[in-house]
T-cell receptor, first 116, second 116 residues
């Protein structure tokens, strides 16, 4: 069964450093998403991406964040200058459509980001 | 604004007990989707069910069942004859159309602990 994959599973970085989290969505999916879950808290939407551009973003997704689909398979989240409060689990998701029967978002296993 | 409330922070049961996880939502839209996700200790998010606002039929899938009641804005999840493997955090989520896309808002989750 196709699945969303994410690398690395765990990333440790120092405050102020740039990190890139990588995701490979399901191959026939057109819509891509990033979510964040601070330890013990709820899952929060960051950004959605379609047709090579951001379609929606939350207030969390400030200028420190960017997303890119550098090739036909990868979808990346970059944090330019990490802060301690960026420590969280980051989930990538993809969906075939945004509504209707094939709307379900399939989540990857997550990347745990630890900023020290 | 949409909102999802999972009032039960943690539920502890003994194996084979039935357990119901509550979810109450708020929305002004007439068209929306409701979801349940499971997050086992390994951290990934597992999609369990999607229900659209026009389909109030209850659903049963093995030991899992869902009761959607628009009159009380609730979408409760029952596990029958719970097992230790059911131990996880369960998230209810709501999505309504925003600019054509349906981005879910998650509740804070209910941690279910099933003791042998």
């Amino acid at each position: 069964e196709p699945e969303v994959t994410q690398t690395p599973s765990h990333q440790v970085t120092q405050m102020g450093q740039e990190v890139i989290l990588r995701c490979v969505p399901i191959s026939n999916h057109l819509y891509f998403y990033w979510y964040r879950q601070i330890l013990g808290q709820k899952v929060e939407f960051l950004v959605s991406f379609y047709n090579n551009e951001i379609s929606e973003k939350s207030e969390i997704f400030d200028d420190q964040f960017s997303v890119e689909r550098p090739d036909g398979s990868n979808f990346t989240l970059k944090i330019r200058s990490t802060k301690l409060e960026d420590s969280a689990m980051y989930f990538c998701a993809s969906s075939e459509r945004v509504q209707g029967d094939s709307y379900e978002q399939y989540f990857g296993p997550g990347t745990r980001l630890t900023v020290t | 604004a949409q909102k999802v409330t999972q009032a039960q922070t943690e539920i502890s049961v003994v194996e084979k007990e039935d357990v119901t996880l509550d979810c109450v939502y708020e929305t002004r839209d007439t068209t929306y989707y409701l979801f349940w996700y499971k997050q086992p200790p390994s951290g990934e998010l597992v999609f369990l069910i999607r229900r659209n606002s026009f389909d109030e039929q209850n659903e049963i899938s093995g030991r899992y069942s869902w009761n959607f009641q628009k009159s009380t804005s609730s979408f409760n999840f029952t596990i029958t004859a719970s097992q230790v493997v059911d131990s996880a955090v369960y998230f209810c989520a709501l999505s309504e159309a925003r600019g054509g896309s349906y981005i879910p808002t998650f509740g804070r989750g209910t941690s279910l602990i099933v003791h042998p």
